[in-house]
Nanobody, 115 residues
Framework: QVQLVESGGGLVQAGGSLRLSCAAS????????MGWYRQAPGKQRELVAG???????NYAGSVKGRFTISRDNAKNTVYLQMNSLKPEDTAVYYC?????????WGQGTQVTVSS
């Protein structure tokens, strides 16, 4: 079992920046990849960015060039640096760990971008 704890959400003005953190604990060896998802009110949860154990990354088109996902293996932590934030980035952001069998999710952290 893997536990994920997110932090770093909050309220920011359009054009501002935030950095989200996701600390993993438990059966870390079972993690294949990690990622950030978001869910806005009335919308489906969508992938924002992902990173493999080898460091390969992928991004949703809407955030490419503005968001950067990274990981610190020594701290078992994944980060999402979000720059040039837009009101449409407002959502609950969830950390996800893709495991050998199944997935693990964090509790979510709210990001609100005011115009």
């Amino acid at each position: 079992q893997v536990q994920l704890v997110e932090s770093g959400g909050g309220l920011v003005q359009a054009g501002g920046s935030l950095r989200l953190s996701c600390a993993a604990s438990g059966r870390i060896f079972s993690i294949n990849a990690m990622g950030w998802y978001r869910q806005a009110p009335g919308k489906q949860r969508e992938l924002v960015a992902g990173i493999t154990n080898g460091g390969l990354t992928n991004y949703a088109g809407s955030v490419k060039g503005r968001f950067t996902i990274s990981r610190d293996n020594a701290k078992n932590t994944v980060y999402l640096q979000m720059n040039s934030l837009k009101p449409e980035d407002t959502a609950v952001y969830y950390c996800n760990a893709e495991l050998l069998f199944g997935n693990s999710w964090g509790q979510g952290t709210q990001v609100t971008v005011s115009s």
